[in-house]
Each structure stands twice: as structure tokens, then as C-alpha cells.
């Protein structure tokens, strides 16, 4: 009996000890990979954009480099769509094998990101003047954005992976704090307005895109849609149940060509007067 309970013990103690061995060396590993790194534990590609480890330059294809794959991968996703973008499609496109990508980034999510930096950029220089109007400045940066997505609106199907983490990322969320550098809130009720304004931009611009493509689909020119629209709404709405539909309806609005900015300003507009009091409730 008091045998077994000894090597039950010392069974314990050896595995106590290997599960430990086990946790020292993925530290140690870790930190290997940090030291060879840039320390920050992102991917290689990613440290290599902030230049903190040199950019592979030399693969098993010559001239093959990770900006060539980042430009043909853009070019692709402009033309097609970033659903067209995987890693076999883009070595097709560069005439190499798949497996040769994977010299330079890990895996898609990884491409999509360093895509993303390359075709947002860096902001227009004065974008932003810190001693001027708060407002102003957070007008400029998300009419700024909203060009970005215009160009390229492949962007914003492009998954969220997490906080900026590249240049250019980083650049552009400096620009809207900069904006409030004046106005006396505090780092979290900024952070909270960039996410506000930066997100009304990408959902305005996400929402056009997906209107167009479906007038597209219909054949209709947008007027012409969203008049067949509204003569269909006016045969299906009951203005006892729908009350308030069927006064929006009668008003005739949907009938009137819109500007293809006037839903966005107006947005924009309203989300900056709640900040604006937010602002001016700090002031008090």
C-alpha cells in the first residue's frame, strides 16, 4: 500500500516536472522568436512594414519579393473583388508556385492586412491642423477615408483583425486624435469618437456600394430604381397599419433624386453635433 501511494507520488512529481521543462522552453522560445524579431510578436511581414526586420528580397523565384506579391494581390482584389484574392490565385498571377508565397507572408488574413496598408497610404500632408477646429479637422480626416473606400471598395470587405497595427493604419488614427487634440476629453471619450466617425464612414460607404451593385443587378439606372421602389411600397403599405411609412411615402421624398454625398453629410453632421455637446459639457 505504501508503495503504490510512493509511486503514485513520484509519478506525479516527474510529470510536474516535465509539464514545467515543457513551459520553460516555449518561453524561451518565445523569446528567441522575439529576439530575432522586432519583439513585438507580429508577423514577420508586418514588422518588416514597420521596418523592424529586413524584408525577405530573395526567394526561390527571382525578383520575387513581398511587395510584388502585396501589388499584384491589390491589383487583383481592384479588379475582381478581394473575394478573388487567395494565396494560389496571386502566385498564378505572378507566375510562381503557392507554396513560394509562403516565404514571405503566413497565411491570406495576413496578405489582407499588409493589402490594406498599401492601398489606404498614408494621409495627405496638413490633413489635420492641431491648433484649428476640432470639427473641421474630424470633417477633413472622414471625407479622407471615405475617398479611400471610393477608390478602392474592396476595402471594406476586407475582416477586422484587431486595432491598427501597420504604418499607415496607425497614421490615419493619429490623424482623427490630432482633431481633438483641443478639445478636452480624455483619451478614452477620443478613442470612443474615433471608433464613431470611423466606423459611420466605412458603414456609409459599405452601404453605397451594396445599393449600387444591386441596381446594377436589376438593370435600372439609381433613379429609376428607387422609383420602381416606391411605387411598389405605396401598393403593399396600409396606411393604418404603417401609419408613419405611408406619411414618409406621401411626402413624395423618395421620389427625389438624392446627391450622392447629401446622406453622408448629413450623418456625419449629426454624429459631430453629439460630439460637439460632448465637448462643450467638458468645457462647462
Do not use: C
Amino acid at each position: 500500500m505504501a508503495g503504490d501511494q510512493d509511486e503514485k507520488a513520484a509519478r506525479g512529481e516527474r510529470a510536474a516536472q516535465r509539464e514545467k521543462a515543457a513551459r520553460g522552453e516555449k518561453v524561451a522560445e518565445e523569446a528567441k522568436v522575439a529576439q530575432e524579431g522586432g519583439g513585438t510578436f507580429l508577423p514577420p511581414s508586418i514588422e518588416a512594414v514597420w521596418g523592424l526586420r529586413e524584408r525577405p528580397t530573395k526567394g526561390p523565384k527571382p525578383g520575387l519579393s513581398l511587395d510584388r506579391i502585396v501589388a499584384a494581390a491589390v491589383a487583383l482584389a481592384s479588379a475582381e473583388g478581394l473575394a478573388a484574392v487567395s494565396m494560389g490565385r496571386v502566385a498564378k498571377e505572378l507566375g510562381v508556385s503557392t507554396m513560394s508565397l509562403y516565404r514571405y507572408v503566413s497565411a491570406k488574413n495576413e496578405l489582407y492586412v499588409l493589402m490594406q496598408e498599401a492601398a489606404t497610404g498614408a494621409p495627405p500632408e496638413g490633413l489635420v491642423d492641431p491648433e484649428g477646429d476640432w470639427r473641421t479637422g474630424l470633417e477633413r480626416v472622414a471625407w479622407a477615408l471615405r475617398e479611400i473606400y471610393r477608390r478602392s471598395p474592396w476595402l471594406l470587405r476586407v475582416p477586422v483583425s484587431g486595432p491598427p497595427s501597420t504604418p499607415n493604419g496607425v497614421a490615419w488614427w493619429e490623424q482623427l486624435l490630432l482633431a481633438m487634440a483641443g478639445t478636452g476629453l480624455d483619451a478614452g471619450e477620443k478613442l470612443a469618437v474615433t471608433l464613431l466617425v470611423s466606423g459611420f464612414v466605412k458603414n456609409d460607404a459599405l452601404m453605397m456600394v451594396e445599393l449600387t451593385e444591386a441596381v446594377e443587378a436589376a438593370g435600372a439606372e439609381p433613379h429609376e430604381a428607387m422609383l420602381q421602389y416606391s411605387r411598389t411600397l405605396r401598393r403593399l403599405v396600409d396606411p393604418v397599419a404603417f401609419p408613419e411609412v405611408a406619411k414618409v411615402m406621401d411626402s413624395g421624398i423618395l421620389d427625389q433624386a438624392d446627391g450622392p454625398d447629401d446622406d453622408f453629410r448629413f450623418g456625419l453632421a449629426r454624429i459631430l453635433d453629439g460630439v460637439a455637446a460632448l465637448v462643450e459639457g467638458r468645457a462647462s
